[in-house]
Nanobody
Framework: QVQLVESGGGMVQPGGSLRLSCAASGIAFRTYAMGWYRQPPGKQRELVASITSVVGKTDYTDSVKGRFTISRDNAKNAVYLQMNSLKPNDTAVYYC????????WGQGTQVTVSS
């Protein structure tokens, strides 16, 4: 059974940091490029960071470059998102999934940036 479980969200003040984690099961994790997506209130889901399967090449949407860092641990079937210098418009539900042919979405983890 395929399962993606996100955790680590919360409420932080602008300028704060959070580290999100995603545990994957039921897939050949190490063979897939993985990504972190987010869906702000009332908006569509967008891909914000991705990491390739073996080499670990990373890519980011412009709005998070220099602030977010994606990483993965293939031995643990896990992908992480370190988020620094958080801004109010980073507020969203964050999800992990494959970059290509996304699987069924997990429940995500809520990130709220507010003073």
């Amino acid at each position: 059974q395929v399962q993606l479980v996100e955790s680590g969200g919360g409420m932080v003040q602008p300028g704060g940091s959070l580290r999100l984690s995603c545990a994957a099961s039921g897939i050949a994790f190490r063979t897939y490029a993985m990504g972190w997506y987010r869906q702000p209130p009332g908006k569509q889901r967008e891909l914000v960071a991705s990491i390739t399967s073996v080499v670990g090449k990373t890519d980011y949407t412009d709005s998070v470059k220099g602030r977010f860092t994606i990483s993965r641990d293939n031995a643990k079937n896990a992908v992480y998102l370190q988020m620094n210098s958080l801004k109010p418009n980073d507020t969203a539900v964050y999800y992990c999934n494959r970059v290509n042919n996304p699987l069924d979405w997990g429940q995500g983890t809520q990130v709220t940036v507010s003073s």
